[in-house]
């Protein structure tokens, strides 16, 4: 089973369009959890950390549940310029594991 | 403010011939330091992780090393490369182990 798990999507919304991305993840013991975003042929750029109380930041919503190992990401009245991979990662004690990520194409 | 450097941006090598990519970080000291590979179509895999001087820990076998001589520079280096061993090489660094990192822009290595 691999460590953390997405859906690959590529998931194409409309401009203003709400979008929510899942993730799972094998390590019960992992303590941090973020989600970083990828443009193409560019580097992973961290977008936000995620804590078992929720937390928003702007648009962008990011959920943790450690019973169920399953994170959440919830992108509100999506822009064109949102269109991007979206990586889960989680840490792995000296390192962070990052899901192959979600693919995210906004619309006109 | 802190920055990551890494160099070239692209490159293009042949089968058989050695390999030399180098990191270096700016403005924070004793960095954990990490070399990643991104492969089309796949996640990120880390390859090498570094907490200190002289010490480097590798995840998985491969005909890649990784060095780092100095506090905030680490070189990933191939004696022979193989076809495998295209993709994107992204160098990284956080001030804490499993703390959130930072990435350097990237080398598209492509092994012909």
């Known amino acids: 089973r691999k460590e953390v798990e997405q859906d690959p999507g590529p998931f194409n919304v409309p401009e203003g369009a709400t979008v929510a991305f899942n993730c799972t993840y094998s390590?019960?013991?992992?303590?941090?959890f973020f989600w970083y975003r990828q443009d193409c042929r560019k580097e992973p750029k961290l977008l936000m950390s995620v804590y078992s109380s929720g937390n928003e930041d702007g648009r962008f919503t990011a959920q943790l549940n450690r019973a169920s190992q399953y994170i959440s990401l919830l992108i509100r009245d999506s822009k064109l310029s949102d269109s991007a991979t979206y990586l889960c990662v989680v840490n792995s004690g000296y390192a962070l594991n990052f899901g192959k990520g979600t693919s995210l194409l906004v619309t006109p | 403010s802190q920055t990551i450097h890494q160099w070239p941006a692209t490159l293009v090598q042949p089968v058989g011939s050695p390999l030399s990519l180098e990191c270096t970080v700016e403005g924070t000291s004793n960095p954990n330091l990490y070399w990643y590979r991104q492969a089309a179509g796949r996640g990120l895999q880390l390859l090498f992780y570094?907490?200190?001087?002289?010490?480097i820990s590798s995840e998985v076998p491969q005909n890649l090393s990784a060095s780092r001589p100095q506090d905030r520079q680490f070189i990933l280096s191939s004696k022979k490369l193989l076809l495998s061993d295209s993709g994107f090489y992204l160098c990284?660094?956080?001030?804490?182990?499993?703390?959130?990192?930072?990435f350097g822009s990237g080398t598209q290595l492509s092994v012909l």
């Open positions: 390590n019960s013991a992992s303590q941090s």
């Open positions: 990284a660094w956080s001030r804490r182990q499993g703390g959130w990192v930072f």
């Open positions: 570094s907490v200190g001087i002289g010490q």
